[in-house]
């Protein structure tokens, strides 16, 4: 398995533009989670999927962020208009379904490092 | 509430033992999961405690007390690649996971 594929590995992009992140979890598993980390604030849930359904996305910052999984090999994180506080690496992590007090890790992807100028 | 705490930094020599605590609220989580993190890269998994107790895997061992909401991992025989972050997290029936800030461990020859 190639494990989570994430895309770009970096972008840099201007304020105001919109930026779309990708994610590609692994098969089989079916939540997907989407996390930002920065020196400050650290590892921080953006919002995450069970079988492709939103179930919390309470950590996305504000309107301008959007994310969508529309089928269980894809998913999209979207910034609209992007700002300089955005900056950041947006990982992407999938898990196997837990169930019977079996809980399985998250595997990471490399992250996307966003610059926004 | 799950703030999780984490010493920020930690320092040992190579060859030795180092424990890294993690003190949680223990309301809302079923678990806690530890994470290791390389400068530059993603985390990645490595243990995860239900149940109180030891769990040991090769060098590393985790070891929970629910009643306490506090965890350590434990890194035996160190070694200069376990420098790196490591990750306390918190899981929840759902699967979603609320991470500590991470203790920063720097070995030295």
């Known amino acids: 398995d190639a494990g989570v594929i994430q895309s770009p590995r970096h972008e840099v992009t201007e304020m105001g533009q919109e930026v779309t992140l990708r994610c590609k979890p692994i098969?089989?598993?079916?939540?997907l989670f989407w996390y930002r980390q920065t020196m400050m604030r650290g590892l921080e849930l953006l919002i995450y999927f069970n079988n492709n359904v939103p179930i919390d996305d309470s950590g996305m910052p504000e309107d301008r962020f959007s994310a969508k999984m529309p089928n269980a090999s894809f998913s999209t994180l979207k910034i609209q208009p992007s700002e300089p506080r955005d900056s950041a690496v947006y990982f992407c992590?999938?898990?196997?379904?837990?169930?019977?007090?079996?809980?399985?890790?998250?595997?990471f992807g490399s992250g996307t490092r966003l610059t926004v100028v | 509430g799950q703030n999780i705490d984490q010493p920020t930094e930690m320092t040992a020599t190579e060859g030795a033992i180092v424990q890294i605590n993690c003190t949680y609220q223990t309301s809302g989580f079923n678990g806690l999961f530890w994470y290791q993190q390389h400068a530059g890269e993603a985390p990645t998994f490595l243990s995860y405690?239900?149940?109180?107790g030891l769990e040991e895997k090769g060098r590393f061992s985790s070891f929970l007390s629910r009643s306490k909401g506090y965890s350590y991992l434990l890194l035996k025989e160190l070694q200069m690649k376990d420098s790196a972050s490591y990750l306390c997290?918190?899981?929840?029936?759902?699967?979603?996971?609320?991470f500590g800030d991470g203790t920063t461990l720097t070995v030295k020859p």
């Open positions: 992590a999938s898990s196997s379904p837990a169930g019977q007090g079996v809980f399985y890790g998250y595997t």
């Open positions: 997290a918190g899981g929840t029936n759902a699967g979603k996971s609320t």
């Open positions: 098969s089989g598993h079916n939540s």
């Open positions: 405690n239900v149940l109180d």
